[in-house]
């Protein structure tokens, strides 16, 4: 594309060389910068572009936009200026050098505290099983609809994002999926997105770090729906409270998700004043599967899902709504979910064989919010035979008000619970643990301990534990590192257990 043809009318100026030169991709991450491309000096939160133009430039970038040229600003190079070189623009010049995928895609935006991952991985198995090629960013993979592969952010950067959707387009997929994260929307990394539906799946207490405040946080969350037209969808929590303010300023049409213990009684009409409501009733619950009718725009259905705990009915109702929009899913929606396998280290049960029936049940899961845990632990405890064993921490550089609440609830639902390290990062993991520890109710009758090593909380967690037992390891799930000071470390709380599991010990001792 012609940089005149990629700044035409946007707010860019071009201040030295050739406007008429082709670029042959955009970047702004220097380390990626490829010969003929168009380097972003975008101020970041933490770095800023216009320090690493000479490394682009030397990597064979022969365009550079940026705020204001540098000194000995090289003769053989395109320079374009801006007023703000920020997230919004360098998403404008992405979606315009990829041809606008996100408007050539059925895309579906997820965004909340706790659900996205497991509302995205249901809602691409319903699509794909109705015949509609979809593709998926989020926390755990990308799927371009060919390959897929680890992700490193819930939600890339602007550029990223659109030479993603674009491998996407040409991979034959007409819709995508894609977790969107709060701090994704405040940075405005999807602004350029054109997004068909955005689902909310709920919004408590987390990333207050960053984000100061709930009000912030929601804020950030409702970015996303601000974006939609009247011929898009909002599909919405019912009993999120701040479902309301995510919709405050949509245009969008909506479907309000439900769970309820008793089918509801509905008006015999929907009219435009009454909002379309889509409902997932509890019939009956196991230790590994729900059984539940799904109710809404496509009719009712019974449903026998492999899913556990009233917060994944949530995600399914959610699912099933969100991929109603793009196409009916209803001849595919009992097989498709009744076969669905589970999320990768959202209740994932450790296994070392089939016959399983001498060791404790060990779950881990990616609960790391205060929320996120009562979640899993309430839908975990009344199917425990035996005593409920929780395993958790704390990240470190996050958000410390969550610290010492993640250790009450988890008293007020376990017999044991394990306090350990959860990714320190920068931070002392022995000062995270005390803030933890001084949750801990006066009269709780939960057996607390504190062992630092993660690995050894987990041997120690499965060593106590009997066969009737369960165990939850909760925090990083599908993670297989952990972070301690900046360095990445091999850990994987799968891998650990089942080392030990291996070793024949557990409930023998």
Same mark, same amino acid.
């Given at each position: 594309?012609?940089?005149?043809?990629?700044?035409?009318?946007?707010? !860019?100026?071009?201040?030295?060389?050739?406007?008429?030169?082709?670029?042959?991709?955009?970047?702004?991450?220097?380390?990626?910068?490829?010969?003929?491309? +168009?380097?972003?000096?975008?101020?970041?939160?933490?770095?800023?572009?216009?320090?690493?133009?000479?490394?682009?430039?030397?990597?064979?970038?022969?365009? =550079?936009?940026?705020?204001? !040229?540098?000194?000995?600003?090289?003769?053989?190079?395109?320079? +374009?200026?801006?007023?703000?070189?920020?997230?919004?623009?360098?998403?404008?010049?992405?979606?315009?050098? /990829?041809?606008?995928?996100?408007?050539?895609?059925?895309?579906?935006?997820?965004?909340?505290?706790?659900?996205?991952?497991?509302?995205?991985?249901?809602?691409?198995?319903?699509?794909?099983?109705?015949?509609?090629?979809?593709?998926?960013?989020?926390?755990?993979?990308?799927?371009?609809?060919?390959?897929?592969?680890?992700?490193?952010?819930?939600?890339?950067?602007?550029?990223?994002?659109?030479?993603?959707?674009?491998?996407?387009?040409?991979?034959?997929?007409?819709?995508?999926?894609?977790?969107?994260?709060?701090?994704?929307?405040?940075?405005?990394?999807?602004?350029?997105?054109?997004?068909?539906?955005?689902?909310?799946?709920?919004?408590?207490?987390?990333?207050?770090?960053?984000?100061?405040?709930?009000?912030?946080?929601?804020?950030?969350?409702?970015?996303?729906?601000?974006?939609?037209?009247?011929?898009?969808?909002?599909?919405?929590?019912?009993?999120?409270?701040?479902?309301? #303010?995510?919709?405050?300023?949509?245009?969008?049409?909506? +479907?309000?998700?439900?769970?309820?213990?008793?089918?509801?009684?509905?008006?015999?009409?929907?009219?435009?004043?009454?909002?379309?409501?889509?409902?997932?009733?509890?019939?009956?619950?196991?230790?590994?599967?729900?059984?539940?009718?799904?109710?809404?725009?496509?009719?009712?259905?019974?449903? &026998?899902?492999?899913?556990?705990?009233?917060?994944? +009915?949530?995600?399914?109702?959610?699912?099933?709504?969100?991929?109603?929009?793009?196409?009916?899913?209803?001849?595919?929606?009992?097989?498709?979910?009744?076969?669905?396998?589970?999320?990768?280290?959202?209740?994932?049960?450790?296994?070392?064989?089939? &016959?399983?029936?001498?060791?404790?049940?060990?779950?881990?899961?990616?609960?790391?919010?205060? &929320?996120?845990?009562?979640?899993?632990?309430?839908?975990?405890?009344?199917?425990? #035979?035996?005593?409920?064993?929780? =395993?958790?921490?704390?990240?470190?550089?996050?958000?410390?008000?969550?610290?010492?609440?993640?250790?009450?609830?988890?008293?007020?639902?376990?017999?044991?619970?394990?306090?350990?390290?959860?990714?320190?990062?920068? #931070?002392?993991? /022995?000062?995270?643990?005390?803030?933890?520890?001084?949750?801990?109710?006066?009269?709780?009758?939960?057996?607390?301990?504190?062992? &630092?090593?993660?690995?050894?909380?987990?041997?120690?967690?499965?060593?106590?534990?009997?066969?009737?037992?369960?165990?939850?390891?909760?925090?990083?799930?599908?993670?297989?590192?952990?972070?301690?000071?900046?360095?990445?470390?091999?850990?994987?709380?799968?891998?650990?257990?089942?080392?030990?599991?291996?070793?024949?010990?557990?409930?023998?001792?």
């Amino acid at each position: 594309m012609l940089i005149s043809q990629l700044i035409s009318e946007l707010p !860019i100026q071009i201040i030295r060389g050739d406007a008429t030169i082709a670029i042959t991709d955009v970047y702004e991450d220097s380390r990626h910068v490829s010969p003929g491309s +168009l380097f972003i000096a975008r101020s970041g939160t933490a770095t800023d572009g216009s320090s690493f133009i000479t490394d682009a430039i030397a990597s064979g970038a022969t365009a =550079v936009l940026c705020t204001k !040229i540098p000194e000995n600003a090289s003769e053989q190079v395109t320079w +374009l200026t801006s007023e703000t070189v920020d997230t919004q623009l360098t998403g404008q010049l992405a979606e315009r050098y /990829f041809d606008h995928p996100s408007q050539k895609l059925k895309l579906i935006g997820i965004t909340g505290t706790n659900g996205k991952t497991t509302t995205a991985y249901l809602t691409r198995r319903l699509l794909r099983q109705s015949g509609v090629m979809c593709g998926m960013i989020g926390t755990i993979e990308i799927d371009d609809g060919i390959n897929r592969n680890t992700a490193q952010l819930t939600t890339p950067g602007s550029v990223e994002l659109s030479r993603l959707l674009a491998k996407m387009v040409a991979n034959g997929c007409t819709a995508a999926v894609m977790e969107v994260s709060s701090h994704a929307l405040d940075q405005g990394r999807a602004s350029a997105m054109t997004f068909h539906a955005a689902v909310f799946t709920n919004l408590t207490g987390d990333h207050l770090d960053y984000h100061g405040s709930m009000a912030n946080y929601a804020t950030a969350k409702a970015k996303l729906f601000e974006g939609l037209g009247p011929d898009n969808w909002a599909i919405l929590n019912t009993d999120d409270p701040y479902s309301q #303010e995510m919709i405050a300023n949509s245009k969008a049409r909506q +479907l309000w998700c439900r769970v309820c213990d008793v089918a509801p009684v509905e008006s015999p009409q929907e009219t435009e004043e009454q909002p379309t409501f889509c409902t997932a009733t509890i019939l009956k619950m196991s230790s590994s599967r729900s059984y539940t009718r799904m109710a809404g725009p496509w009719g009712s259905y019974e449903l &026998d899902i492999p899913l556990i705990g009233k917060h994944n +009915l949530y995600n399914t109702i959610q699912a099933i709504a969100a991929a109603n929009t793009v196409t009916s899913v209803a001849r595919k929606l009992r097989p498709t979910l009744e076969q669905a396998k589970g999320v990768p280290g959202r209740l994932e049960l450790v296994r070392v064989d089939e &016959d399983a029936s001498e060791f404790p049940a060990i779950l881990v899961d990616y609960a790391h919010t205060h &929320d996120a845990l009562e979640n899993v632990l309430s839908a975990i405890k009344p199917l425990c #035979e035996g005593r409920l064993i929780t =395993v958790f921490g704390c990240g470190g550089d996050r958000d410390e008000s969550k610290r010492p609440k993640m250790a009450k609830i988890a008293c007020d639902f376990s017999d044991i619970a394990i306090i350990t390290s959860d990714n320190p990062r920068t #931070e002392n993991p /022995f000062k995270i643990i005390e803030q933890i520890q001084a949750g801990v109710p006066k009269d709780t009758v939960c057996d607390v301990r504190v062992i &630092d090593d993660r690995r050894h909380a987990i041997e120690q967690a499965i060593a106590l534990a009997g066969e009737k037992d369960t165990i939850l390891i909760a925090g990083k799930g599908h993670e297989d590192y952990q972070i301690v000071g900046t360095e990445k470390i091999h850990f994987d709380d799968r891998q650990v257990a089942r080392e030990y599991l291996y070793k024949g010990v557990g409930t023998r001792q």
